[in-house]
């Protein structure tokens, strides 16, 4: 319940418990569960994520990136809606 709760919506992790398992369950039962069982794997983060002093001799990082739209508005007078100017730059997120 908990996997079918972090990987979608509530709602819709209480359908999909119904379609396998044969069974009704609430909403508010699978967002307190995954809630509590997330709580719980964050404490053991906590505790793995203190590196040693003098470093470690190896570090496994991964990065995933996307594109974001941005928007430029250029200068000048009258309907600023015209000077509008779309382009994308990749942001990017790296967690070691």
């Given at each position: 319940?908990?996997?079918?709760?972090?990987?979608?919506?509530?709602?819709k992790a209480a359908g999909k418990v119904r379609?396998?398992?044969?069974?009704?369950?609430?909403?508010?039962?699978?967002?307190?569960?995954?809630?509590?069982h997330?709580?719980?794997?964050?404490?053991?983060?906590?505790?793995?994520v203190r590196m040693p002093a003098q470093g470690v001799g190896r570090l496994l990082t991964e990065i995933d990136g996307a594109f974001v739209p941005?928007?430029?508005?250029?200068?000048?007078?009258g309907d600023k809606r015209k000077t509008r100017s779309y382009k994308y730059l990749e942001a990017r997120l790296c967690i070691a």
């Open positions: 319940m908990t996997d079918f709760g972090a990987d979608s919506s509530f709602a379609e396998h398992y044969g069974f009704e369950v609430s909403v508010s039962a699978v967002r307190e569960a995954t809630e509590k997330g709580s719980s794997m964050q404490w053991e983060m906590e505790e793995e941005i928007v430029e508005v250029g200068e000048g007078e």
